[in-house]
């Protein structure tokens, strides 16, 4: 039976937990006593970064919620095996974007979906109603303009963009070498340049 997984929704800011380090998290996570301590702390020090990671890809924030959930819930089953050969950060985010990929794969389907630009459209409208988006008009015109990329050239531009990753760091996450990358990047930018110059 798995044990239950500790609540993850509390989004404080918790400065303590965000400056401990990796390798004190996986060493606790090893320890009966101290596993639940240890989640908690990777869940404070990593939760919100993969909360918006996710809901840049899928917008809506109730689906990102459940996503979050399923990852951490991952996590916490998979932790255990995790090994040093990859940054704890890196892994966290393949995990939260197999998960995002797969959720809008489904969804793709399941509406019958074929076409990148169908499905950028029905996000932007999702986008457009959500009470939750608090940006102002830039910010939405950017984002709908994210919306007409391929889910691959969204997702490289976002982790370089917005989380200020490293293409090396996104070549691990996307098992894509850096040259495809950077390439993915600067059509994503070119792209995005002629969508808001283009339109009202």
Known sequence: MVEKTPCIFDLSNNQQSMQVEDSEILSKFTVESTRNEAFNLLLKKYQQKIYWHIRRLVIDHDDTDDL????????WKSLSNFRNDSQLYTWLYRIATNES???????????????????????????????YFDGDKAQMKLQKALLTLPDKQRLV????????????????????????????????????????LNTD
């Open 68 to 75: 979050v959930q399923e990852v951490f819930i991952n996590v």
């Open 101 to 131: 990929i797969t959720f809008l794969n489904r969804k793709k389907q399941k509406n019958n979906i074929s076409l990148d630009e169908r499905a950028g459209y029905d996000l932007a409208e999702t986008l457009a109603d959500s009470p």
């Open 157 to 196: 531009f976002n982790m370089k963009y917005y989380d200020d990753l490293k293409y090396g760091e996104i070549s691990e996450i996307l098992g894509t070498t850096v040259g495809g990358l950077k390439a993915s990047y600067h059509i994503a930018v070119k792209k995005i340049e002629d969508y808001l």
